[in-house]
């Protein structure tokens, strides 16, 4: 029920995003989501991607620092109130989210969140119990 | 015999204290588990000597949450301050940004003009 996200440890240097992405780009790995923490010194940039373990094998090949987490991704109503709803579904169960982005791509009047969060499998659980789907590898990988 | 050319235990004197760079090499050991790739720049700002550790940042060190990381550069901050007893600033770095030389590494790069 988990998908693969692949982090990569960067540098606060001109032009580090743009190795990372043409590396995949030359290598056919298509990015469906991504998100860039960065502080003062370094980033950490956080993909979706239609093939997580080439993504790592060709980006260590490169030298990058690169891992894999698991994330969820959510199916969200696109409408206002529709990430609130399965927002509150996990704060009333006391699950905290380390963190969310959005897929770029969405279908039909559906959009796709991804969490971090720090109980994964009791998230999948409640998620599923309140009627919310939970995409599985394949579909992701599809998008 | 040869003209001198360095010190081969690379002592570093900052503001007047003696650094060796196997103290710090101890300090990331006892974090790291395994010793990672690190460099010391030295430079003099406004007539002060400042001490920069970079430390490359590999698969074990790594984590995907900004808070981990920032806890890596503070605690390895933290514990070569008490070791050395000077401030230093604490870089992470990626991987191969520092430079491999042949046989002995080139650990410090002193940008002092003395």
Known sequence: ?143 | MSKVLGRTDDMLIIRGVNVFPSQIEHVLMDIGGTQPQYQLVVDRVNNLDELEVWVEIDDKLFSDEVRRLEDLENRITREIQNTLGINVTVKLVEPKTIARGDGKAKRVIDKRNI
């Not at chain 1, 990372?20 to 780009?25: A, D, E, Q, Y």
């Open chain 1, 1 to 143: 029920m988990f998908v693969k996200q692949v982090s990569v440890f960067l540098e606060n240097k001109l032009g580090r995003l743009a190795t990372v992405t043409k590396i995949l780009g030359d290598n056919g790995i298509d990015i469906s989501a991504m998100a860039l923490a960065d502080t003062t010194n370094f980033g950490i940039l956080r993909m979706i991607v239609n093939d997580p373990d080439k993504a790592v094998s060709v980006l260590k090949e490169a030298g990058f620092t690169v891992s894999t987490t698991d994330v969820l991704a959510v199916e969200v109503d696109d409408r206002p109130g529709g990430l609130a709803a399965i927002l509150e579904v996990l704060q009333g169960n006391g699950i905290s989210i380390e963190y969310a982005y959005s897929f770029i791509k969405r279908a039909g009047d559906k959009a796709f969140i991804l969490f971090r969060v720090e109980n994964p499998e009791r998230a999948v659980e409640l998620l599923k119990n309140t009627g919310v789907r939970v995409l599985d590898e394949k579909e992701v990988y599809a998008l």
